[in-house]
């Protein structure tokens, strides 16, 4: 999977769900700075991490990961 589209669906769902960068990550008890790198694709994305934002958004953990 290109980091790009992954950064692209986890930005995607949280301005979906309503949440700020600060508050998802206060919710997923990580820093702003590496979701923002995250959402940006410049960060590789831990698996467990994702499940937790999976879950933090209410959504699949595929959602986040399907090749589009």
């Known amino acids: 999977m290109e980091y ?3 950064a692209g669906r ?3 769902f949280r301005k979906l769900k309503g949440y700020t960068q600060q ?3 206060a919710k997923l008890e ?3 700075a590496v ?3 995250l959402e940006r694709g410049t960060r590789k ?3 467990k ?3 937790r934002i999976a879950d933090a958004l209410g959504v699949g953990y595929a ?3 399907a090749e589009s």
């Open 45 to 47: 994305p831990d698996p």
């Open 30 to 32: 990580i820093s702003v």
């Open 35 to 37: 979701l923002g790198s």
């Open 10 to 12: 986890v930005r995607a």
């Open 49 to 51: 991490l994702l499940e």
């Open 4 to 6: 790009d589209q992954l």
């Open 23 to 25: 508050e998802l990550a």
């Open 63 to 65: 959602d986040l990961t």
